[in-house]
């Protein structure tokens, strides 16, 4: 195959117009519309893993428009009535298939490869200072899954020319994909309708949830023999010219299947795991933060060291002695494990996302006095009667004249009416002698701790718990 027939085809087929659906669609959804891939350090421009993720994720909506765009290429030849001349032809059959096999690799290839530039130029200019080849994997399997999707699409194509053999491949790829599609489960890890050993077949990964999120080796080992498979079959049925060569097409797709089921995970919590390298703690002193994050550490130190300060002066001998950012995984929704000598942190989270200076002080210091069980996040919500309680707890450690909530008042009733309790449980704490005012911050310190006093305002002033 020399470029200029190489070319050629390019001009003159469907190749480039696969490519520019994942590339223009991926980009469509992602800057114009305002998703949850901008926001935490799980963005698709947070981190390196994170992009390759979510732009698997996406896979979910061009993986089946790439197979009957493939469809559509591979019905060519039947439309212009040429079958019977090529097949006359002294050229190889699987030379002939060559040709347009190629192109639709090398155009659905180049597509989802200019989607990685802008991705990875996004991360690049951002704020992440880590970079690890552990999102490289993730990506090339995407670029076999579009490669291997579009040349199947044409084998059947060539095998079934019939006009509704692509729109019936796209809708069988789509209904495929939802039932094997990994939803959130009620675990830490995501789960799905189908056994996982099935689920995994489909390229389509979940919207990342978290930023230490990443698929295992065996996963990428297993989906690349599927796909590899799939790939042999495509071309095997593309170049095919008797009915035995068609029979015999099927024995890649067959083969691939059986060595991944042998190699993908049977369990969720296999199949997406926490990447050790991102994860491991860098330390300043008493404050670590994960290799992902260490641009944090210079601020996180500095800030950390004084509110260590701050809480052994109010609580002395049962204060915290460490600020560490969280790795474990959760569920949403799903109660934090705490320790009372560690101050954990969650850069995902509201309070903690944007803070600097002062702020940042001020936030550490409430999560060492009332810290959360739940996670206040984007994708969890959290709740702000929490966020009123560490309010409270700080303008009594500092020895704030008023009280000076961690965020704003807002304007929905439920926010006014928190803040108003928060007030009065303010007051009336302030009014107390200075030893019980103290006796109270450490009940409230030691029922957050266990999960079981969590945003009780009235239990800063005695009062019973609602």
Known sequence: MNGRV??????????PWAGGVVLLGSLAVFFLIDGIWWRGNAGWTAQWTTMAMWTRYLLGFWWPLVVGLGAAYGLRDSRSRMGELLSTTPSPAWRRAALPAGAMALGVSCGFGLLLIVGGAEVALGRTTYMSLGWLPISLVAVLALVAGA??????????????????????????????LRQSGDGALPSGLAPNRLALFSPVTVDPRQMLLTLSGSVHLGQTLWLLGLLGTGFALLAATTRRSRLLGVVPVLTGAALALAVLPAEPRDTYVVDKAAAALVCDGPVCVTQANRDRLPELSLRGKEALRVLHDVLGDTAPTSVREDTALYALGA??????????????????????????????????????????NDREGGGRLGVAVQSIAVSWALHDARFQPLEDRGTEAYELTTWAEAENAWQRLTALP???????????????????????????TGEAAR
Do not use: W
């Open 6 to 15: 190489l070319r050629t085809e390019l001009k003159r087929s469907a190749a």
């Open 434 to 460: 200075p030893a019980e005012q103290r006796s109270r911050i450490a009940e409230l310190r030691a029922a957050t701790v266990s999960c079981s006093g969590y945003g009780h305002l009235r239990a800063l």
């Open 151 to 180: 040349v199947f699409g044409m084998g059947v194509a060539r095998a079934l020319p019939s006009v509704l053999t692509p729109p019936a491949l796209v809708v069988t790829f789509l209904m495929l994909g939802s039932l094997l």
């Open 335 to 376: 109660e934090r494990a705490l320790s009372a000598d560690v101050v954990m942190v969650d850069f995902d989270e509201r309070l903690l996302r944007d803070a600097t200076g002062e702020q940042l002080t001020r936030v550490l210091i409430g999560k060492g006095l009332a810290p959360t069980c739940h996670g206040d």
